[in-house]
């Protein structure tokens, strides 16, 4: 799907299959790596998560972020985009479809009530991990926090 293309994805009826899955290792350097649905280690999540661990970030958020990123995985092959090709028109609508996914039915709250203003853990993963790798603020899926490698091309428009 184009960039800037007219066309609307009908995230409400896509059927996202689950498949792949985050695997734990014995290795305290890689203590987690996402698998695809045939099997094969996603390097760039892994690439991602050994970055994070260098960053010191805790077990658990490598966990979480793992998942996160499992979705994203997820999402683009129910959507037949390859990572490398994912445009801002993936993320705007993965993140619709995750709004429409996680939604709790019958949690109400008064008029009078703000409305919750935290984000959950998950919810700022996702939003670093769709955030460019190049620090320019566009949307291409190298998450954002893995350096800018000369000759590294994320495959989203500038």
Not at 1 to 27: Q, Y
Not at 57 to 84: I, N, Q
Not at 94 to 116: C, I, V
Not at 127 to 141: E, F, I, P, W, Y
């Amino acid at each position: 799907m184009p960039e800037h293309s007219t066309t609307v994805r009908d995230v409400a009826t896509l059927k996202v299959a689950r498949v792949g899955r985050v695997e734990k290792t014995d290795d305290p350097l890689r203590p987690f790596r996402l698998v695809d649905a045939d099997g094969i280690e996603v390097a760039a999540v892994s690439e991602f998560l050994h970055h994070m661990l260098a960053d010191d970030a805790s077990p658990t958020s490598l966990r979480s972020y793992a998942y996160e990123l499992l979705a994203w995985v997820r999402f683009l092959r129910a959507v037949d985009v390859p990572w490398h090709l994912a445009s801002r028109v993936e993320a705007r609508d993965f993140a619709l479809w995750l709004k429409r996914r996680r939604r709790r039915p019958g949690r109400l709250r008064s008029r009078d009530q703000p409305p919750e203003q935290h984000l959950t853990a998950g919810q700022g993963h996702r939003r670093n991990a769709l955030t460019c790798c190049d620090g320019s603020g566009h949307v291409c899926g190298i998450p954002s926090s893995v350096d800018a490698v000369p000759g590294r091309v994320c495959g989203a428009p500038r």
